[in-house]
């Protein structure tokens, strides 16, 4: 079992940056792949960005990419998310999720993670 607690969100200025962190609870949090999806308003929740549990493999959805970076602390219990030059339509309540995906090739894939935090808001206004 894994609880996951996301924090760092808030409002900020278009071309601002934020740092989000999830810290996760129980010894088994290197095993796991981590990643960060969002939601907008009326929107489906979208694949932002994941990582695999050695931190070795990252990936990006494209609309983020050269802007936003995954990372993690096993030593920590946290995987964190740099954003960037952040935009209006960045604007999303950010989650994230452990799991176990059998691939990369699964990693933008929300249904292959188990376990998911309650969200932080972002808001990027213009």
């Known amino acids: 079992q894994v609880q996951l607690e996301e924090s760092g969100g808030g409002l900020v200025q278009a071309g601002g940056s934020l740092r989000l962190s999830c810290a996760a609870s129980g010894r088994t949090f290197n095993k796991y792949a981590m990643a960060w999806f969002r939601q907008a308003p009326g929107k489906e929740r979208g694949f932002v960005a994941a990582?695999?549990?050695?931190?070795?493999?990252?990936y990006y959805t494209d609309s983020v990419k050269g802007r936003f970076t995954i990372s993690r602390d096993n030593a920590k219990n946290t995987v964190y998310l740099q954003m960037n030059s952040l935009r209006p339509e960045d604007t999303a309540v950010y989650y994230c999720?452990?799991?176990?995906?059998?691939?990369?090739?699964?990693?933008?894939?929300?249904?292959?993670?188990?376990?998911w935090g309650q969200g932080t808001q972002v808001t990027v206004s213009s």
């Open positions: 990582i695999s549990w050695s931190g070795g493999i990252t």
């Open positions: 999720a452990a799991g176990r995906p059998a691939s990369y090739i699964y990693y933008g894939v929300k249904d292959h993670y188990d376990y």
